[in-house]
């Protein structure tokens, strides 16, 4: 019989989340670069990357957004992006930015991502390395620095007129000026400077700085950005001060950092949580740990100047009538498999067989649904509690889900979930909950795990509950070792050797492959395997030099320690016998008269390779094969 998902699996876009379908369909993002063009951003420098060259602030702050642009590409193919250059001459005569504050220039408007604006940008940039003094041409300094107010203002006009109400926005400010008042402390301007902050947050936008400090001109936050910039907007009268971290010291760190913050986190499921009849909260889900696959495949048709996306449509046509079928008329039904009393195996070949006229069951696509969800509605439902010491590690047998309360759906679900967050961890339990996140996905039974809030060096847990799908009886498997031995805990921290490592840095090389092929075919470049990199090849020389001295400490305490020198001794085990044959054999055996001498289970392993019936007595094997040397001489 084939797998049950073959039939009962409906489409992915019959699918109807919830009744809000904005739960799930993703947040775009939107990212506006706002660059500073003072005389240090535009000033010349030696390059890093390359000998005997210059370079600029501004310039590798462009080459930073053309990069960002392109990875975003073949990621975020429907996210947003525009550059705003502040703290320069040059003005917006027509079009968009011609409104915007006095010293401020939109210098690519806020539009989804597209390959003919990052060429045009690319060209800029590499226009600028040729000609060193192309952007202090183009974009001259202004002889004063504008206001911080007026920059928020501008930003946030071009945010509303160009950015999609529900995106996900975000400012990336660049600038290597700690003291945009120039020792001035003028506290009407640091005001100014944090009402319109204050109303870029309140609109949902976030302001990202990226501040740029070198050996000559190290950068000091506390001089004005410290009393500006905040990172919470909970309340109007209580600020968060900028983080340190958010400073970089190289220019180099300003695309690693961008591209830490290039994907926005979005819950995977918005359902509510029935605790008792009556007593229902709003909850969201996020998923940990998920594994990133290349994309779905499309279609693009070439026009020339650009590439765009080919529209795919599927439609369903009645091969007897030779007509399309509305997609509500399509039924399913099963396909069962042959059986040994079919009349009809031998005719149609084993696997198949056809159903009488009456016979096959169908339904429709609304049935199927029902079959799945069992006529469930989305959300979670508390069963009960049990001890946590009743959870065994084993029992998670597929990637937890993190859930977190919805205020925005329920009023008081936050101080609901907290209380029995609380609890549960003070009465050493797990709850049970009969889970459905999805309308068009099955129900399962899942355990809820608190966890705490906890903080550790440079990391952070938060609060909420782990959402632990439970496996059913024959998801588990026996192990095949009876007897488990754990290291030491000494050995294990000594394991520990370094807590530098940064999964991040080290993109999948795979996908980045991959990536690197779209990005050249996007921008019409050739594309040469022998210049892709693969950042997780070991570097041998400085692993030797930094962790070699560990590594050999650890081996004296793996030596030392007895768990290291157990042996599990198993027992043997028969080797099953060779019953396979040839079919010269086979033939020799059945010209010469043999074929009943042949043994029971090499008959059945013949006629399964010949994709025959299996079934009958050892008369029945035999002439079904004899019958099929005759037909194949």
Not at 39 to 65: I, Q, V
Not at 155 to 164: E, S
Request: charged share 30%.
């Amino acid at each position: 019989m084939p797998p049950y998902d073959d039939w009962n699996k409906l489409d992915e876009e019959e699918d109807e989340e919830l009744q809000d379908t904005s739960y799930f369909e993703r947040k775009h993002d939107v990212i506006l670069f706002a660059i500073d063009c003072s005389e240090s951003m535009l000033a010349l420098r030696d390059d890093p990357n390359h000998e005997d060259a210059k370079t600029s602030h501004l310039l590798s702050a462009l080459d930073a957004a053309v990069q960002i642009q392109k990875r975003k590409v073949v990621v975020g193919p429907y996210d947003s992006v525009g550059i705003m250059l502040y703290n320069t001459a040059r003005r917006n005569e027509n079009g968009p930015g011609s409104d915007i504050k006095k010293g401020t220039y939109v210098y690519q408007p806020m539009s989804t991502i597209n390959a003919t604006t990052i060429i045009d940008l690319t060209q800029l940039v590499d226009e600028a390395h040729d000609n060193l003094d192309l952007l202090n041409e183009e974009y001259p300094s202004t002889e004063k620095h504008i206001p911080v107010g007026d920059l928020f203002t501008s930003c946030n006009w071009v945010l509303r007129d160009g950015a999609p109400k529900s995106a996900t926005k975000r400012i990336f400010l660049i600038t290597d000026n700690d003291d945009p008042l120039e020792g001035s402390h003028n506290s009407r301007l640091i005001t100014s400077a944090r009402t319109t902050l204050t109303d870029l947050l309140q609109a949902g936008v976030t302001v990202e700085p990226f501040f740029i400090s070198t050996d000559d001109r190290p950068f000091n936050q506390h001089k004005f950005w410290a009393n500006v910039l905040v990172t919470s907007s909970e309340s109007d009268e209580d600020f968060d001060l900028l983080p340190v971290s958010l400073s970089i010291s190289r220019i180099d760190d300003l695309l690693e950092q961008m591209r830490f913050h290039e994907v926005p986190k979005r819950a995977l499921f918005n359902i509510p949580f029935e605790l008792a009849p009556d007593l229902v909260i709003g909850i969201k889900g996020y998923g940990l740990v998920t594994e990133q696959k290349k994309g779905a495949y499309k279609y693009f048709v070439d026009l020339g100047d650009k590439m765009e996306v080919v529209e795919s449509i599927t439609t369903h046509v009645d091969e007897e009538r030779e007509a399309e079928v509305e997609k509500s008329e399509v039924l399913y039904g099963m396909t069962m498999g042959a059986t040994a009393e079919d009349e009809d195996t031998q005719e149609h070949g084993f696997g198949t067989r056809s159903v009488r006229a009456g016979r096959r069951v169908f339904y429709t696509a609304e049935e199927v649904r029902s079959f799945r969800t069992l006529g469930l509605e989305p959300g979670l439902k508390l069963l009960g509690f049990k001890d946590r010491s009743e959870l065994a590690f084993e029992d998670n047998v597929r990637h937890s889900l993190f859930i977190y309360p919805d205020e925005g759906t329920y009023a008081g679900s936050q101080r609901t979930f907290t209380a029995l967050l609380i609890s549960m961890v003070k009465k050493g339990k797990i709850g049970l909950v009969r889970a459905l996140t999805r309308r068009n996905a099955s129900p399962s039974f899942c355990a809820l795990l608190p966890q705490e809030e906890s903080e550790g060096e440079g990391w952070a847990e938060p609060s909420g509950f782990h959402l632990i799908p439970l496996p059913f009886a024959d998801d588990i498997r026996a192990a095949p070792i009876e007897e488990g031995i754990r290291a030491g805990k000494e050995l294990v921290d000594a394991a520990k050797m370094n807590s530098a490592y940064q999964p991040d840095s080290y993109p999948n090389p795979a996908l980045a492959f991959h990536y690197a092929q779209l990005e050249a075919t996007a921008f019409r470049e050739e594309f040469d395997p022998d210049s892709f990199e693969d950042h997780t090849l070991p570097k041998y020389n400085t692993i030797q030099r930094k962790a070699g001295p560990l590594i050999k400490e650890w081996l004296k305490c793996l030596q030392n320690d007895e768990s290291a020198k157990a042996v599990i001794v198993e027992a043997g085990s028969k080797r099953k016998a060779d019953v396979s044959l040839s079919e010269a054999e086979v033939r020799s055996r059945y010209e010469s008269g043999g074929l009943m001498q042949l043994r029971v289970d090499q008959m059945k392993d013949f006629l399964k390779s010949k994709s025959l019936a299996l079934s009958g007595k050892k008369a029945d094997l035999t002439e079904r094969i004899a019958e099929w040397l005759d037909e194949h001489p």
